[in-house]
């Protein structure tokens, strides 16, 4: 996708859980119901519980259907970005514009936190795919992993989540984001796996820190640890892996401006630049030199991998006039 001119859409991106994602993102940075200790996107800004039009409605169809004429189909169509989707008062109506213009199934990843809110129920009614978090077992373990908003408390939450299983008709897959120290203790994961149990999803998939964390404290749980939390999780619920594309799969058209997009929703290595946007390494390559001698990206290590985030526009102000 050439997105030079994208506003609302990123990607495709590699989704660990979805393949090849195009997102969608009508959320400002960072507005959210939670403050995740964990969160890729940093510290939120605007914690709030108020649904707006944050976006207008008609320019995302616009982008959509223009991107949807360029380089191959994505997997997914799916509401990710830089802040909590369901959040997006006009999502129900986006939705089923999408599914008015394609075929291609529309996920909406979610931190599950509303839906105690029967209007953000009916807005992801026709999603194809429903995928909301659940990151610990009790209020106090909520405060100190996803710092929610006041009008939001833990049974409020679950409360919702249940209502949503009830009325949805297709599937759910619950994460379960665990932080080692935290959440993979086993009386909170045993916590976690009696609601799972009543929320009855589809999958569960427990996936843990792979990115640069809000918060430093935030740490990563080994391959041992979130085996074990699967076997508590019971029958359905999977690790989730960095997904990896096929060499041979067509690549689409991209250039500076996406990687630049992909950069300011996640920090990438290399390779997931790689697989996400369908260049060459050397091109990818080409671009990060281009971007960072420009000071506008900036070098992370994390988990032994080195990635490339966004430098913020304060940040670039303040570089230039040292
Ligand atoms: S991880 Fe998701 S839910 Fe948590 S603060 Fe970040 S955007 Fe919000």
Redesign the pocket.
Known sequence: MDDASFKYLFGPVPSRRLGRSLGVDTIPLKT?T???V??Q?GR?TNKTVVRDEYVPLEAVLDELSRALTTGPPPDYISFAGS??PTLYSRLGELIAGIKAMTAIPVAVVT?GSLFWDPEVRKAVAEADLVMPSLDAGDEDTFQRV?RPHPDITFDKMVAGLKDLRREFGGPIWLEVFVLAGLTTERSQVEKIARIAKEIAPDRIQLNSVARPPAEGSAEAACPEELKVCAEILGGSAQVIHDYQFESSETRGPANEAAVVSLLKRRPCSVEDIVNGLGLHSNEVLKHLGHLSRDGRIERLEIGGRTCFSVVSTQTQAQNSQE
Do not use: F
Request: a negative charge; aromatic letters at 16%.
């Open positions: 959210c939670y403050d995740c964990y969160c996107l939120t802040g909590e931190n996803n």
